[in-house]
């Protein structure tokens, strides 16, 4: 059952690219964050969200 959950929450990670598109945000602090804006990573950082896309490759192999 959780191999047949996950495979769609990983393609959906892998697969997903709607939205605005990267973007900046300012931060609590004053500091310019630049934001990914695509798809289930919409609202992270575009440094942290290739990380997050590798991550569902390497679930989706290991699932397969």
């Known amino acids: 059952m959780i ?3 996950s495979l769609p929450a990983t393609l959906a990670g ?3 690219s709607d939205g605005p598109g990267p973007g900046q ?5 004053c500091e310019t ?3 990914w804006g695509k798809g289930i990573y919409l609202h992270m950082s575009a440094e942290a969200t290739p990380q997050g896309i ?3 490759y ?3 192999i290991r699932w397969a």
């Not at 945000?25 to 602090?29: D, F």
Request: proline fraction near 0%; aromatic fraction near 10%; glycine fraction near 4%.
């Open 3 to 5: 191999i047949v959950l």
């Open 33 to 35: 964050v630049f934001i």
């Open 54 to 56: 590798a991550q569902d």
């Open 25 to 29: 945000y300012e931060s609590i602090r």
């Open 58 to 60: 390497v679930r989706g």
């Open 14 to 16: 892998i697969l997903t």
